[in-house]
């Protein structure tokens, strides 16, 4: 098993940036894919960005393609989402996600075996 918590969530203006961390713990990192997911309220849940086990390569939502970076940092088994020009649309819960050997990263949620416990992104206009 894996545990994931995520950090770096706030209260931010339009246009804004900010980063989040998903540190994990409790397995070899390097066997995890691993995504960002984010839920609003009243909403289901959507893929954000997702990173292969050797972090060379990423897959995004077109919602965020051009303004989300994810990246992974193996010596701190952390995963990075950098979000610049953020957007009132934006606003989420943001999860991280750690899928143990995947054949290839993964958009869908349930593929994910692992999930942090959340981090609150808020965008105001």
């Known amino acids: 098993q894996v545990q994931l918590v995520e950090s770096g969530g706030g209260r931010v203006q339009a246009g804004d940036s900010l980063t989040l961390s998903c540190a994990a713990s409790?397995?070899?990192?390097?066997?995890?894919?691993m995504g960002w997911f984010r839920q609003a309220p009243g909403k289901e849940r959507e893929f954000v960005a997702a990173?292969?086990?050797?972090?060379?390569?990423?897959n995004y939502a077109d919602s965020v393609k051009g303004r989300f970076t994810i990246s992974r940092d193996a010596a701190k088994n952390t995963v990075y989402l950098q979000m610049n020009s953020l957007k009132p649309e934006d606003t989420a819960v943001y999860y991280c996600?750690?899928?143990?050997?995947?054949?290839?990263?993964?958009?869908?949620?349930?593929?994910?075996?692992?999930w942090g416990q959340g981090t609150q992104v808020t965008v105001s206009s």
């Open positions: 409790g397995r070899t990192f390097s066997n995890y894919a």
């Open positions: 996600a750690a899928d143990f050997l995947p054949l290839t990263i993964q958009t869908m949620a349930f593929k994910y075996d692992y």
């Open positions: 990173v292969s086990r050797s972090g060379i390569i990423t």
